[in-house]
């Protein structure tokens, strides 16, 4: 499965940005990660195959949605009420195991589908 993430881009402090994350085949859960520099990657959000199970990060509730459209093998990330703090290469990940949890969504080591990540920059 390849995975393609867009829409990224650079926006102002309070804008929206609406990333997007194709995949070439079916999916089961499908998650959204982020990494800035000299940080650690860390999941924003998660959902499972059936949208059963979300996970949202504490940081971004609120703020962020994750959706998905299994018609289209895609999924995305409403990114609303954006701050500077949420600039990152953000990267969608994705794998085919069923969840029990909404904890383990937010495990990168769950996934073994990874996109090419997409900037995003905000601005203050």
């Known amino acids: 499965v390849q995975l393609q993430a867009s829409g990224g881009g650079s926006v102002q402090a309070g804008g929206s940005l609406r990333l997007s994350c194709t995949a070439s085949g079916r999916t089961a859960s499908v998650g959204w990660f982020r990494q800035a520099p000299a940080k650690e990657r860390e999941c924003v959000a998660a959902i499972s195959k059936s949208d059963t199970y979300t996970y949202y990060a504490e940081s971004v509730k609120g703020r962020f949605t994750i959706s998905r459209d299994n018609a289209k093998n895609t999924v995305y990330l409403e990114m609303n009420s954006l701050r500077p703090e949420d600039t990152a290469v953000y990267y969608c990940?994705?794998?085919?195991?069923?969840?029990?949890?909404?904890?383990?969504?937010?495990?990168?080591?769950?996934?073994?589908?990874w996109g090419q990540g997409t900037q995003v920059t905000v601005s203050s």
């Open positions: 990940a994705a794998d085919q195991r069923p969840v029990y949890t909404t904890a383990t969504l937010s495990l990168g080591g769950r996934y073994d589908y």
